[in-house]
């Protein structure tokens, strides 16, 4: 079942940007299943309404600002953000890439990048009224660059809190569906906080995955990126230092009940085997390239009791044995050595 949840108020915004333009909203109004007698303050709408209210009127306004700025972001402008970011190693660079260019292409808000060892904030300066659809352009603004940078790392960013400096919209219950962290309002600046680890983790997308999310882009503005992949890559960092360890010693670290770690790595897709074979995997091939050890030792470094154990697990990882792989892998070194 789908829940009427999001503040019909932002139908009304992309209504006004309709009026703004001389335009009749009445076909955008008709795709989103919606009527004019629906959008009165106190009224909610879905995710799917408005994520169809907005397709059609961003291609009918040739605006994907929806009227918020001063000038058209035509069609494709945030496709072509996404673009620019998605080169980046990391996604702190990706976030603060995304800021710089939207500056560019819209000079009406400024967006920044702020962050120290343990706290990363994404702050909105307006430089100029945003007049009616200024609280629809903030959370829209949040909510956009939220989800794409969720996208590009493949995993739900969770929120400590977001500000907006307008005073609390008679709708204010609906900001705990629109963001995962506690919303307050009255404060100086809008602004989005979460946790700086988040900016370490990799970009893992490339341009056949964007070109698949641009056929259909908005839900990640209107609904919220599920998928969470900081905690495996925590047990990762883990495993790393403590090869042999077990899902109670690492839960026991991570602060979780056994119970807890596994389901929500199962939610991340994988499973602790599977992360426990990948950084076994990684350690074998890094100690059988670079150091002249017996396969003995690297087994045992590797947290296998027996050097067979260790061959069979790293032949059905690899297709091949750790001799031939270490073999393999000292003799291309040595060929680029020498090119």
């Known amino acids: 079942m ?5 503040p019909s108020g932002f139908a009304s915004a992309i209504v006004s940007a309709y009026h703004m333009r001389g335009m009749n909203p009445q076909e955008a109004l008709d795709a989103a299943v919606l009527t004019p007698g629906e959008l009165h303050p106190d009224s909610r709408i879905t995710a799917d309404q408005l994520e169809r209210l907005s397709n059609h009127a961003m291609r009918e306004l040739d605006d994907e600002a929806l009227g ?18 998605l080169p980046s190693a990391t996604l702190g660079i990706a976030i603060a890439r995304w800021c710089r260019h939207h500056n560019l292409i819209a000079q009406d808000v400024e967006l920044s990048l702020k962050a120290d060892r343990h706290l990363a904030e994404v702050r909105i300066e307006e430089k100029r009224d945003l007049g009616i659809l200024r609280e629809f352009c903030l959370v829209s603004l949040l909510r956009n660059l939220q989800g794409v940078a969720s996208w590009l790392g493949d995993t739900r960013i969770p929120l400590i809190d977001v500000e907006f400096p307008f005073a609390a919209p008679a709708h204010a219950e609906s900001y705990r569906y629109l963001f995962d962290g ?9 602004t989005l906080r979460f946790d700086a680890a988040y900016l370490a983790l990799p970009v893992l997308r490339d341009d056949a995955a964007l070109r698949q999310m641009l056929r259909r882009p908005l839900p990640l503005m209107v609904r919220q990126y599920r998928r969470d992949r900081l905690l495996s890559r925590e047990i990762l960092r883990l495993l790393g230092d403590m090869p042999a360890a077990s ?6 670290k991570l602060n979780l009940s ?8 199962k939610q991340e897709g994988t499973s602790f085997q599977a992360l426990k074979d990948l950084s076994r995997r990684r350690l074998a091939e890094r100690l059988l390239a670079s150091t002249p050890w017996p396969i003995k030792r690297i087994a045992r470094e590797c947290g296998f009791d027996a050097e067979a154990s260790f061959v069979r697990a790293f032949k059905s990882w690899s297709g091949q044995t750790p001799r031939a792989y270490a073999v393999n892998a000292r003799q291309g070194r040595s060929v680029h050595a020498k090119a």
Do not use: K, V
């Open 68 to 85: 918020w700025f001063s000038r058209r972001l035509p069609w494709g402008s945030y496709g072509m953000l996404c673009r620019a970011s």
């Open 247 to 252: 899902a109670d010693e690492l839960a026991e």
């Open 182 to 190: 506690p919303a307050s309002f009255g404060a100086e600046l809008t």
């Open 258 to 265: 056994t119970r807890s770690l596994h389901r929500h790595i």
């Open 2 to 6: 789908t829940h009427a949840r999001t």
